[in-house]
């Protein structure tokens, strides 16, 4: 018995494969993975062609594809490898749909735009699941209120998002998410099992500047030629560290991160 979402053919092949609930796009790769899928299938559609007569071209190309494999491609359910891209013209070319392909018809500067133009908002959606309860309540801790995140008020010719330019409260996520991802937060993070932006926004309230940014102001004054920076940073960070609060936990409870 084939599935409801498949078309079988008398001789039992499977003709066309359809996923019954596409999935909705949460990431800007799944976004491309989607236009890709619907743009491949408006071109099968167009030159009549059959989803096995794809996958049949795409084994001639070296691909293991099967009906089914070129149906969750057309839905976005299967990303294509980065190889399966560049042959992808070759294959539709082979499978009919045109006598020459480039990857610019598979990749056409509409297809770009509508990405451009949605990619923003989905990557901002997923920057805010990032602010999760424990994020919440470490800002609460830390500096006595909730992350204020930036509020978007629409996008520009270019399909870039324009922000409303409303007063915000400092300090300004976007800010404290870039300190954490900061050499010294990072390997502080690692050696006192804290999240690296509770570092980061304790050491905004600390110095209005990163951890980084202080231990290099700091070392710089103290480093001469006859020192060694590497040394003269760590000592210093290590004094920053203790000038913050943190001390090194051991390590029964350095796997507990992000507190």
């Known amino acids: 018995m084939p599935a409801e979402n498949e078309t079988i053919s008398t001789s039992g092949a499977i003709l066309c494969y359809n996923p019954t609930m596409p999935p909705r796009p949460t990431t800007p790769a799944d976004l491309l993975a989607k236009l890709i899928g619907e743009h491949i299938k408006r071109l099968r559609m167009a030159a009549g062609r059959r989803q096995g007569d794809v996958a049949q071209a795409a084994k001639q190309q070296g691909l293991n594809w099967t009906a089914s494999t070129v149906g969750s491609i057309e839905t976005g359910f299967r990303r294509l490898a980065t190889h399966e891209l560049l042959v992808l013209p070759l ?45 919440k309540k470490m800002w609460l801790e830390e500096v006595g209120h909730e992350p204020d995140l930036p509020k978007m008020a629409g996008e ?10 409303t007063k915000r409260r400092e300090p300004l996520p976007e800010i404290i998410d ?31 500047r990163s951890l980084s940014q202080e231990r ?6 103290q480093i001469t030629a006859e020192m060694d920076a590497g040394a003269v940073r760590g000592h210093v960070t290590r004094s920053l560290l203790r000038e913050l609060g943190f001390k ?12």
């Open 91 to 135: 294959v539709l070319a082979e499978a009919g749909l045109a006598q020459h392909l480039r990857l610019e018809d598979v990749l056409p500067d509409s297809l770009v735009s509508e990405w451009m133009r949605t990619r923003y908002q989905l990557a901002r959606q997923e920057a805010l699941q990032r602010w999760d309860k424990t994020e």
């Open 156 to 165: 520009d010719a270019d399909g870039h998002p324009i922000y409303a330019e």
């Open 178 to 208: 870039r300190w954490g991802d900061g050499e010294a937060e990072l390997a502080a993070a690692d050696a006192l099992g804290v999240h690296p932006r509770r570092i980061a926004l304790r050491s905004w309230r600390m110095w209005k």
């Open 216 to 221: 290099d102001r700091r070392a710089a004054a």
């Open 248 to 259: 090194k936990k051991s390590k029964s409870t350095r796997s507990r991160k992000g507190g």
